[in-house]
């Protein structure tokens, strides 16, 4: 059985995944930082994008595979793939944009609203297809 929808997610995560990495490394070799953020704005931001990817990706990709491998709705599956990478590099987006304290950048709000619209969406989805299935 292929799962397309959580191969292409997981893919273009991991590509993510990667871009962000490179760049917290790339803040950390600026600033000669082995460990924390020394307070610097693009490190942290850097960091962050990365982690908060880390954070997401995987659960999203789970649950996807999941509803994929009980052959759910592939049309849905892919536009609620599609929301979370979009809502991810959104999130990428806001999290270099300067922005005022205590105020979101548009995009990290869209990433937000986006990656948390997709998970409740996606973990109720499964609640449900478990709750429908005679165990």
């Given at each position: ?51 908060n990817l880390a954070e997401y990706a995987p ?25 979370f990478l979009i809502g991810r590099v959104g ?45």
């Amino acid at each position: 059985m292929t799962l397309p929808v959580t191969a292409f997610v997981a893919a273009v995560c991991a590509l993510l995944l990667l871009v962000t990495a490179i760049d917290t490394v790339r803040q950390r070799l600026r600033l000669k930082a082995a460990f924390g953020d020394h307070g610097d704005a693009k490190l942290i931001s850097a960091s962050r994008a990365h982690g908060n990817l880390a954070e997401y990706a995987p659960i999203t990709i789970i649950l996807l595979g999941l509803l994929e491998t009980v052959r759910a709705n592939h049309m849905v599956l892919m536009i609620l793939g599609a929301i979370f990478l979009i809502g991810r590099v959104g999130h990428i987006v806001g999290l270099y944009t300067p922005s005022e304290p205590g105020k979101a950048p548009l995009g990290r709000q869209v990433g937000v609203v986006a990656t948390f619209g997709v998970l409740a969406a996606l973990s109720l989805w499964t609640l449900w297809v478990l709750g429908t299935q005679n165990l």
